[in-house]
């Protein structure tokens, strides 16, 4: 593990940008890809360990655990990017501050979700679209899920500013050896302990200390200039906090929607599918669910990569290699979006036959439904790139507005629209047509946002 400890010293304001990007992305791909592997195992020991009831009640809870996600995330990459910002201007002290501050943040808002689970789990269940039939093994695995919840918040912030620090690899090792960890005790705990679904959950819970804990053990040591500070608890200094873990919270908005989405796209989709397809159809839905972050995670790798990047070379006003960023980054996740569709079209009897038994109901519909949703992956890769872009730029309103396109404003009508016109394949084609329209929009108002950025760079008005 330790080993990836050599620094890739990385000059994010002279390096070849092509050559930045590539030391950035292959680590980064490779560490998402297996968290990818990581929930594709979890569901596959779920699905035949414990029971298609068991999967449907997972994705009953994914959004609980997509919501701590998403404030991982935008932290994660509020800090990163105003970091990027300040490490430009040489301000190594100011981005030490932002990322204690962060921390900070967290340890606060995390303790708050996790006593309201423990005193409103039934209704925050039901809230998310939780059957009866569901509510024990539901119940069991949000409650053992809690404890690493925090730990979650460490790893998802430091994935951001490990790769700030020049350790992309590092960062890289900190995932694999996270997903290997909980790959082998899903296994330990489902099927020679037999715990069933709340052996799943302890197991990822346990994961999550462990890759929470190697972030805090890479900052206390071995960071180069990303470090804890003491912070100054004044009536002025906190003051200063609030403003900044706003402004924090407001470039990372976006990333938040996209787990919020996510949220929303299962827990719609759940109403949706067990309204036409009953219960088999949401075991069904949620082999979907469960594949959607590889689209997520490959998408994801392409725009975090650019991230600090982007974000550097804008602070030291660096059009032209910002502009090269993108190209290359575009480029990137169009051929990663390609690949996943083709997996998803070809593959679909062989990626459900990992989830579900071949003789259900469920099975049947997922290997209809997935070449359907693997549609999305290509115009969904352009959309993140794009909305990660914007994010680099400290565009926090356009990001968020093209967030919430994708994710809510699009996508919840063509849940209910398409199924009317279409029958049961608008359940699955919903989420292409949302990702399409989004790239519309956000295609037709490129040029003129693109120019108002470009025009306060020049005249050194960094938002």
């Known amino acids: 593990m330790f080993g990836l400890m050599n620094k890739d010293r990385l000059d994010f304001g002279n390096e070849r940008i092509g050559r930045l990007f590539r030391m950035m992305f292959f680590p980064t791909l490779i560490a998402m890809f297996s968290n990818s592997l990581l929930n594709i195992c979890d569901g596959m020991f779920v699905g035949h360990g414990v029971g298609p009831e068991a ?12 919501l701590t996600t998403g404030i ?28 204690t501050q962060a921390y900070l943040a967290g340890a606060v808002i995390f303790g708050a979700i996790i006593l309201l689970t423990l005193l409103y789990t039934r209704p925050l269940l039901y809230l998310v679209g939780c059957s009866p039939a569901l509510e024990d093994p539901a119940t069991d695995y949000l409650l053992w899920l809690l404890p690493g919840f925090f730990f979650f918040y460490l790893q998802c912030v430091g994935m951001m500013l490990v790769r700030l620090d020049g350790s992309p690899k590092f960062a890289m090792g900190i995932q694999i050896a996270t997903a290997v960890c909980n790959i082998f005790l899903d296994w330990l705990m489902v ?48 003051s200063g906090l609030l403003r900044n873990v706003s402004h924090m919270a407001r470039i990372g908005f976006a990333t938040f929607i996209a787990e919020l989405a996510l949220g929303i796209m299962i827990v719609t989709g759940n109403y949706m599918f067990i309204s036409m397809l009953g219960e088999d159809g949401v ?46 980054s575009l480029m ?60 680099s730029l400290e565009k926090a309103a356009g990001s968020t507005i093209y967030m919430i396109l994708r994710g809510i404003i699009f996508l919840v009508p063509s849940f209910i629209i398409l199924p009317g016109l279409i029958g049961t394949d608008g359940l699955w084609l919903a989420i292409p047509a949302a990702e399409v329209l989004t790239l519309l929009v956000i295609a037709a108002t490129y040029p003129r946002l693109n120019a108002v950025t470009f025009h306060r760079s020049q005249h050194g008005t960094v938002e």
């Open 332 to 391: 990137t996740g169009a051929i990663c979006g390609a690949v996943v569709s083709l997996l998803m079209w070809v593959g679909s009897p062989l990626l459900t036959a990992i989830f579900l038994p071949s003789d259900t109901p469920s099975f049947s519909y997922a290997v209809h439904g997935l070449p359907l949703l693997g549609l999305s992956a290509v115009f969904f890769a352009l959309n993140i790139v794009m909305i990660g872009y914007y994010q």
């Open 72 to 99: 991982g995330l935008m932290f994660g990459i509020g800090a990163s990017v105003i970091a990027s910002i300040r490490l430009s201007e040489g301000n190594v002290r100011n981005a030490r501050t932002i990322m």
């Open 191 to 238: 099927f020679p302990l037999q715990w069933g679904i709340a052996g799943a959950s302890i197991a990822t819970s346990i994961s999550c200390v462990v890759g929470g804990s190697l972030v805090l053990v890479y900052f206390l040591r071995y960071s180069d200039k990303l470090k804890f500070i003491r912070l100054d608890l004044s009536r002025k200094s906190l």
């Open 283 to 328: 075991a069904a839905y949620s082999v979907g669910c469960y594949l959607f972050p590889l689209i997520f995670s490959v998408s994801n790798a392409v725009a975090q990569s650019a991230q600090p990047i982007v974000s550097f070379n804008y602070g030291a006003g660096r059009m032209d290699r910002v502009t090269q960023a993108l190209r290359i």
């Open 55 to 66: 999967l449907a009640a997972i994705n009953i809870v994914a959004p609980m655990f997509l």
